[in-house]
């Protein structure tokens, strides 16, 4: 089997790891930086995104059992998420709105025509769904999964970084927010700071997408 696109990914993504570890900026976020060199060397060397894909279709594989490790720190944490219950059931439908409404209007507000609001609507819940729910609402999935991935690496460089700006200090509060708002890659970026922050964004994740799959549809009626 063809390793090179396992090999170059791992290689460039521990590298950029290394760099991090000594210095935690949002600049050097390895997620960000692993895609755009990535992207330049198989640019340079006249690498379709195919061949590449497919000699990293192991990584790809391995994407499932990821997230459904993700289990794990939430069961470790369960007491802490019972005691939130009610405070994250609460986030979730207001972060899950917020998220859906600032997205279309501001894209509205710039210019973008319906295909492209519809397309943007679902950005903020992990691809799978988004792009179930972007064929149920006339969206364009393809359009729909660029966005879900770009909201994912722009919440995992810069998500924490704003929280500590706003100075969000509550665990549960972080977790929620990076979960909602940016998905799998939210929850893998804040995992590394802190297990129950990375526990409640898993469990944020989870519950929007099943929130947005169920409200978006009859929403998006209202926000034409």
Do not use: C
């Amino acid at each position: 089997m063809n390793s090179f696109g396992i090999f170059l990914t791992l290689a460039v993504f521990y590298l950029f790891s290394k760099f991090y570890e000594k210095r935690k900026v949002f600049y050097l976020n390895p997620v960000l930086l692993s895609i755009i060199v990535i992207s330049l060397i198989l640019k340079g060397f006249k690498i379709s995104y195919d061949s590449y894909m497919e000699s990293a279709r192991f990584i790809s594989f391995l994407l499932g059992p990821a997230v459904v490790s993700l289990a794990v720190p939430l069961y470790k944490q369960r007491h802490i998420v019972k005691t939130y219950a009610k405070e994250i059931s609460v986030g979730v439908v207001f972060g899950g709105l917020l998220a859906i409404a600032s997205a279309f209007y501001i894209a509205k507000w710039l210019g973008a025509n319906l295909d492209v609001l519809l397309s943007i609507a679902p950005k903020s819940i992990t691809t799978a769904i988004a792009i179930g729910v972007s064929e149920k609402i006339g969206g364009i999935p393809a359009l729909t999964a660029v966005l879900v991935i770009l909201t994912g690496i722009l919440g995992n460089a810069v998500g924490v970084e704003l929280l500590n700006l706003a100075r969000i200090k509550d665990r549960v509060a972080r977790g929620l927010a990076m979960g909602i708002t940016s998905h799998g890659l939210g929850t893998a970026r804040i995992i590394l700071d802190d297990e129950l922050s990375g526990a409640v964004s898993g469990l944020g994740m989870a519950l929007n997408g099943i929130f947005t799959s169920l409200v978006l549809p009859y929403l998006i009626e209202l926000l034409k």
